[in-house]
């Protein structure tokens, strides 16, 4: 149902997560990231809660994300129906997929990064998306993207897709880059990559006009001069 990555940037320190699936709206209970603390991904049968619950024993009691995924899916009655992956602000990652998980499923971790994924076309598909955005040059939103792409070039899931999300962080507590695709008959991830083309040219002045709209460019709607 749900392929994805979750990955750190060296140079900037940013943290986000890209992820699809053939279920609606997945960015709105799969993807949690928090600036200077990690990212998870909660997928399979989801849990959101797991999100928030791993990265609050991240930051609170500074445990590292094997240990934070452990105790948080200890807690958790129905562990073995999640596939979890998690990343912190050293980049040290962790992953976990139930015995209960959907069809073919896989996790592998990478230099900066844990991809996994359930229902899919073949193990393979992950090992693709950690192996592109190992070698992937540029924006950490871009290289999430580029492993999103090679998942699909790879088989992808064993059915259709039809929502796809990428989420960013960077100093700030709100996310630098939240975009979704809700539902596409069609090409969701496709679909997602025109939404970050559109919005990478503005993304900048949305982060300035929040700390410093004197300094802000202009708005460019009716009335604004």
């Not at 094997?66 to 962790?94: E, P, S």
């Not at 139930?98 to 073919?104: D, Q, R, S």
């Not at 580029?146 to 059915?159: L, N, R």
Request: with cysteine; hydrophobic share 45%.
């Amino acid at each position: 149902m749900t392929f994805s990555i979750v990955g750190r940037c060296r140079e900037t320190g940013q943290l986000g997560i890209a992820i699809s699936s053939s279920s609606i709206a997945v960015g709105a209970r799969c993807p949690w990231v928090r600036a200077g603390v990690g990212a998870v991904a909660t997928q399979n049968v989801t849990l959101p809660a797991l999100g928030p619950r791993i990265l609050d024993l991240m930051q609170r009691q500074e445990l590292a994300p094997h240990i934070a995924l452990k105790q948080a899916r200890d807690a958790d009655a129905f562990n073995a129906y999640r596939q979890v992956t998690v990343i912190d602000a050293q980049g040290r990652t962790a992953y976990f997929t139930g015995e209960n998980a959907l069809g073919v499923h896989h996790a592998s971790a990478g230099d900066q990064c844990v991809a996994a994924g359930n229902m899919l076309a073949a193990p393979q598909v992950i090992d693709a998306m950690v192996r592109t955005f190992e070698r992937t040059q540029g924006l950490l939103a871009e290289r999430l993207l580029a492993a999103m792409h090679a998942a699909v070039e790879a088989g992808g899931e064993a059915g259709p897709v039809h929502s796809a999300a990428l989420k960013v962080v960077d100093t700030q507590v709100w996310p630098i880059v939240d975009l979704r695709v809700d539902w596409a008959d069609d090409d969701p991830i496709g679909q997602l990559a025109q939404l970050w083309k559109a919005y990478l040219p503005q993304m900048q002045d949305y982060v300035t006009r929040a700390l410093n709209p004197t300094a802000a460019p202009s708005y460019g709607v009716p009335g604004d001069e």
